[in-house]
């Protein structure tokens, strides 16, 4: 296999501040619609869960949204890059082009949501648009996304691919196997992991000995950089190195950003673990969308045309909530269909023929039954 | 005293066992200062500390293989795993490492794996599983599955002090569903014996875990309704099975339904209906049916849940069924 | 033409293959310049080069991973595991992932898992195993182990096609002991399909793999001896299984063995057994009985392996018991 | 967890070569009868093997022996070291007392044989000496002695555990959790690769994009050597000096020594993927053994104790054989041992009850049998 080891280098420092001087006005702009949807939105599934509309749990990104947004920017959709989000990639997939109706029906179990409410929240996704939902189990998308992209080299396409860990999931095994297959066979691969500084309740300290993850970048051969994730435009640049270096058969890279969840694992989750006062420092210092306001404005920038984008925000997501709770729960019998491509459904079992749902009809909701959870 | 719940007494019999025995502790994601992602753990790490009570990276294989390792050298560990789902990852190392050790090495490897299993919560396909059927098929590893707050504690605590590797998976559709009033002292229930959670004389239903409760609930019904006798018999163990408590209700019943929650090809139910076979064949009235899960992972959303997931409705039909046969 | 090899025959599967079909690429660990530990890959990088025939690390996981990744994207992967035991590093990503991947996301993931499977070649408890118990139980994933050289054949070269995940198990010890003639053309084994290897009238071994030959052995001698018509039904998919010819076997002799290699508790005799039971009860003239390894990891040393594994003396003994009955 | 990030620096160059200063003569004869023992035992299996008395396969460490027995002889097996050998550490395996009959046995297969037949070749372990036996699937030992040096560091022992793994199993998701997770705990644990350049035919390029192993010690935060494996004092200086770090609480050192693996990955690899005239100059420029012997030679050892050595060894082994080749085959019963604590032993199966062995007693060695292999 043709490889040069020049390719290794040492990681960097964090990247200074962008410049954003590749980026028109008009892009500038959508970084901060992408950022303000994303954040609008999780707010309307607050609004949702707590009316106990949603099913499940409900996932934040609250002080995550540049790093997500910033990366997926970097990607371009023309020539069919493809990204895979993990939980706290809301604004990845906005940006690749996930609509915000569909993440609501994804959140309320609806039957003509993506997934036909087979799966969780946001764990969908769409080929023609460029993005693949993970699985839960941590890790698994990085294998899964060096396949993608070394289909991309076999096919000598211009195609780049991006798969988001979090600084939990590096401890996986299926991280380790993923990043080594993806750089020995120099796919055009980015692997951004986002440190925010916790998984669920484990801070970094517990996860790893490492100083930084950035320095798992030359234990694999690949370039490692690290760069402010509340800094959009730092954010977008960092990857857009990436992406050009994997567009031009550079290989993989390892991009370590810097960020912080500032709300719980899930919305349950208390944080009680969190040092006192942390939340807020960073809520009050370091909000990526009030940083990149302020950024604007100090540019030449309005804040009229700001509130504009709120208020297209705010319309969008109205209308996103309205369909979505319009639209119906599945039939049941749905959830035979699609297995195998051949045969494509299967039959009822012998003891539900007939019966179109065992729970309407029989079961007994009062004692101990299956609808309260 | 005062009732408990399955969680609770989970809990406490870490509690007790910590106690007892300086060996024992307890390693997994977030199940110190957090306590668990539904927290069986809380309190454990303000009591034992943080090297008896380890927050471990996110990475199961390393957890179990852990666990084997100081296992060897006379620690008892208890891995939880945040779910159950996730013991995929530690398949490899559990089934080929932990459980042929002391056949292959004569090594000891008493542990412990544990876990928030099952479904009907609405946890999608990765969030819901029940993992019996892939381990069901190695040899060295003992799998128990608690029904009622009093097994949860008592099997628990004989899985800690087994010399072997024991699975133990707990239905988190149960964790605060259920109470009971626990025996006191130093309880402990037999790994390997079923337990008859339901006397009666026309049909046996041979299940385990939560289904043990739709099974209760179908038998109320139809002797009621139907005036159908039904004997409900908890495996609670299921590897090694209790062969002599699974001839036994079918020599007295003669007709067979086996519940379980998991998928149906492959499921446990196949194992048994072969061990009935080959033992009690001829005692046999009807064919052995199953109520199971449909054959597909388990769906995110209410109706879809609800309807691949076995009922107590479904349960009744076969009953039903089995008596007019 | 000339007679092939089972090996062989899976060699012409992959070269008519990648023929057929751009998409079709291959990668495992020391598949190319080496190719493969049993030379199964042979002369496949040399034709088609380094980019189609990929050398990986080692890493299970990451190469079904990696399949499937370019599976979504329209590639048919062909995964080799260097013995098949290793399988297991990568059950995490193959049950989860890539079995779910159509039901929960309408992603289809087109590829294939192969690697030289069984015992009775002194191999050890780690190059020896059978893992189609392991997987039963998965939806989605879709089984085959052939018997024969030409369905060795026939049933890569379906698998390569089959729009779904197939697993398949070749069996070492078949690889250069059985030889035939193989059918001309584009031959493909159908997905899904038992086949009759031997008809007969008073008992029906239902069987696969390398346990083929030994029931066909048996039947032979308890002809021979006994006068008993032995029919030998070899699956050849094990999920989905062929449900029709399994009834019609037993509706045809009324009395089932059913003989595996795997071990014994949560094999796949089980879920056979479930399935006759419910379909076809009062056809049974016998309990269905199974001959199958013993419940331990499978020993290295010769009297052992013998030992654990089913051999024909036993399936003898176990016709005899049935003809008797 | 207290963590001090200082343990965690830069990789260093290859270690210059040992001085052997803190070693006693008859310590630095013991190597080399260590070294001589290891190769000689290989050439009686290789004897064993051509007359087909060894069942399977066959590994030698030709050309690794001073990697393997440098390192395991800087621990101390007074205090209760613990090491886990690979395939190729028959040596460090010899240095923690394993007996030449045990391993002639075990490649045998003989009823009172280490596993008693049930595992192959040096598969094997004995906690009083302090080895744990590997399995088959790479990676997988190394959360194994996490755990066990876990154990030492937790109940407050002086002791001290060493892992081997190959450079191709570096790549597998075990060794990258286990090695994390020792890291995290600071467990006393050393990690030696062992670099022969190849993992059966894949060569450390197709294996990794990683210009030197060792790299891989700062993404886990673990002080990282490398060293000469073919120097057998080069090799226990490293080692030793892990070890004494290890258990001055200094947690986990990622060794990585370069070596070469002249002989195939087993006795029936041709090795037709080595580029020509790559063995032949191991073998005369590079031999662990020649270069050894040659140090001795130039200190101030003689000839005649190095032959007298070589005697000792020849007669060991010659002892060895005789016993194994002796000793009886296991019962077939015993199969049915010891999987559980409790119950202690299986039944037979039906079919087998009253039937001693099943083959010999029915089965057909001329046909389609289980004799040939
Ligand atoms: C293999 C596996 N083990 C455990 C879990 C349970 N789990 C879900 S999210 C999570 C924490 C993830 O942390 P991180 O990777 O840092 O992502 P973040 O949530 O911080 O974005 C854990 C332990 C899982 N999903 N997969
Ligand atoms: C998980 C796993 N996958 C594949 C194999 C098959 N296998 C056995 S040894 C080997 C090569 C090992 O190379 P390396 O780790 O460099 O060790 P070396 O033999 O060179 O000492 C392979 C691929 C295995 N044993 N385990
Ligand atoms: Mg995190
Ligand atoms: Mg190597």
Redesign the interface.
């Known amino acids: 296999m043709a490889r040069s080891t020049a390719a290794a280098s040492k990681p960097t420092k964090l990247t200074p501040a962008g410049q954003s001087g590749d980026l028109s006005r008009a892009q500038r702009l959508e970084l901060y619609y992408y950022m303000r949807l994303t954040r609008s939105l999780e707010e309307r599934l607050v609004n949702l869960y707590r009316q106990t509309k949603v099913v499940g749990g409900l996932f934040r990104s609250l002080g995550q949204e540049a790093d997500a947004v910033g990366s997926a920017y970097a990607l371009d959709r023309s020539k069919g890059d493809v990204l895979s989000p993990l939980i706290r990639n809301l604004g990845s997939m906005l940006v690749q082009g996930a609509k915000p109706t569909e993440i609501i029906k994804q959140y309320m179990a609806k039957g003509d949501s993506p997934t036909r409410g087979r799966e969780l929240n946001i764990h969908y996704g769409d080929l023609v648009r460029g993005f693949i939902g993970q699985i839960s189990h941590l890790g698994d998308m990085v294998p899964v996304m060096a396949g993608v992209t070394l289909s991309f080299k076999m096919r000598k396409q211009d195609r780049v691919g991006l798969v988001y860990v979090g600084d939990g999931a590096t401890s996986t095994g299926a991280f380790h196997e993923g990043i080594n297959f993806a750089a020995v066979q120099r796919c055009p691969l980015v692997v951004i992991v986002e440190n925010n500084g916790y998984a669920y309740s484990t801070p970094l300290s517990n996860q790893t000995a490492a100083r930084q993850l950035v320095d798992k970048a030359i234990g694999y051969g690949v370039v490692g950089e690290r760069a402010d994730g509340n800094d959009v435009i730092a954010t977008y640049e960092v990857t857009k190195r990436a992406v050009d270096r994997a567009r031009g058969g550079g290989g993989v890279t390892l991009i370590e950003l810097m960020t912080y969840r500032r709300k719980g694992h899930a919305e349950h989750d208390n944080q009680s673990y969190v040092p006192a006062g942390e939340i807020d420092r960073w809520a009050a210092e370091n909000d990526p969308i009030d940083r990149y306001i302020k950024r604007l404005l100090d540019e030449d920038f309005e804040e009229s045309e700001l509130a504009s984008i709120d208020a297209r925000v705010t319309e969008e997501i109205d209308i996103a909530t309205d369909e979505a709770e319009a639209s119906p729960m599945p039939d049941p019998r749905d959830a035979l269909i699609g297995i195998y491509a051949d045969p494509p459904a299967l039959s009822p079992l012998w003891f539900r023929e007939g019966i179109k749902s065992a729970v309407d009809v029989h079961e007994r909701p009062s004692s101990w039954g299956t609808h309260d959870v | 005293m005062s009732e408990v719940t399955y969680l609770e007494a989970i809990r406490e019999a870490l509690f007790e066992e910590m106690d007892r025995d300086q060996n024992v502790?307890c390693l997994g994601?977030?199940i110190g200062?957090?306590g668990g992602?539904f927290k069986v753990t809380e309190g454990l790490m303000a009591k034992y500390g943080?090297?008896?009570v380890?927050?471990?990276?996110?990475?199961e294989?390393?957890?179990?293989?852990?666990?084997?390792?100081?296992?060897?050298?006379?620690?008892r560990?208890v891995c939880e795993m945040?779910?159950i789902?996730?013991i995929?990852?530690g398949?490899?190392?559990l089934?080929?490492?932990v459980?042929?050790a002391?056949?292959?090495?004569?090594?000891?490897c008493p542990m412990v794996v544990r876990g928030p299993s099952g479904g009907?919560?609405?946890?999608?396909?990765?969030?819901s599983q029940n993992p019996e059927?892939?381990?069901?098929?190695?040899?060295?590893l003992?799998m128990v599955y608690p029904a009622t707050a009093s097994d949860a504690k008592g099997l628990l605590k004989s899985a800690i002090r087994?010399?072997?590797c024991v699975l133990y998976f707990e239905h988190k559709y149960l964790y605060r569903?259920i109470k009971e009033e626990l025996p006191g002292g130093d309880h402990l229930t037999p790994i390997g014996k079923a337990r008859v959670a339901r006397e009666g004389n026309d049909i046996s239903i041979i299940t385990y875990a939560a289904t043990v409760?739709?099974a209760l609930?179908a038998a109320e019904q139809v002797e009621k309704e139907d005036g159908v006798s039904v004997e409900v018999l908890d495996l609670r163990t299921l590897?090694?099975?209790d062969d002599e408590a699974i001839v036994g209700t079918v020599k007295k019943t003669n007709r067979v339904l086996i519940v379980h929650e998991?998928?149906?090809?492959?499921?446990?139910?196949?194992?048994?209906?072969?061990r009935i076979?080959?033992s009690a064949?001829e005692w046999?009235d009807?064919?052995?049916?199953?109520?199971?899960a449909?054959?597909?992972?388990l769906?995110?959303?209410?109706?879809?849940?609800?309807?691949?997931?076995p009922?107590?409705?479904?349960i009744?039909?076969?009953l039903r069924?089995l008596a007019a046969y």
Chains 1, 4 share one sequence.
């Open positions: 502790f994601e977030d200062a957090y992602a943080a090297e008896r380890i927050d471990t990276p996110i990475s294989a390393a957890i179990i293989g852990a666990a084997a390792g100081a296992a060897h050298m006379g620690m560990p945040q779910f789902d996730f995929s990852t398949y490899d190392i089934t080929n490492y459980a042929t002391r056949y292959r090495a004569m090594l000891p009907y919560v609405r946890g999608g396909p990765f969030h059927a892939a381990f069901l098929h190695t040899p060295g003992k087994d010399e072997d569903r409760w739709k609930e590897l090694p099975m998991d998928t149906r090809t492959g499921g446990i139910a196949g194992e048994i209906t072969a076979n080959e064949f046999l009807a064919p052995i049916l199953r109520v199971t449909a054959d597909v992972p769906p995110y959303s209410p109706p879809l849940e609800d309807y691949v997931l009922q107590t409705s479904d009744v039909v076969a069924r």
